[in-house]
Nanobody, 123 residues
Framework: QVQLVESGGGLVQAGGSLRLSCAASGRTFSLYTMGWFRQVPGKEREFVGAIRRSSGNTDYTDFVKGRFTISRDNAKNTVYLQMNNLKPEDTAVYYC????????????????WGQGTQVTVSS
């Protein structure tokens, strides 16, 4: 069992930055690919990016490439999402997830989810 807790959300102006954190319980954090998704009311939860469990390689969806960066600190059981040059359309609840899959770019392969953190970008 893995428990995930996100933090770092808030209100920021367009062009600003935020860093989200996701702290995981348990001693097997390094065995999981960690991903970030986001969701707005009435829409499906969509993939933002992920960092693979062994290689540390990252995958991103096109609309955040060059603006968002995912990193992980296995010693702290934490994954981060650095978001720069934020846009109003980035407004959403951001969720982190843990997956046993090596490549995890779709929601269905995630085994555990956090409760989400709200990010609001004003224009």
């Amino acid at each position: 069992q893995v428990q995930l807790v996100e933090s770092g959300g808030g209100l920021v102006q367009a062009g600003g930055s935020l860093r989200l954190s996701c702290a995981a319980s348990g001693r097997t954090f390094s065995l999981y690919t960690m991903g970030w998704f986001r969701q707005v009311p009435g829409k499906e939860r969509e993939f933002v990016g992920a960092i693979r469990r062994s290689s540390g390689n990252t995958d991103y969806t096109d609309f955040v490439k060059g603006r968002f960066t995912i990193s992980r600190d296995n010693a702290k059981n934490t994954v981060y999402l650095q978001m720069n040059n934020l846009k109003p359309e980035d407004t959403a609840v951001y969720y982190c997830g843990a997956s046993t899959a090596f490549v995890a770019t779709i929601r269905s392969v995630y085994n555990y989810w956090g409760q989400g953190t709200q990010v609001t970008v004003s224009s």
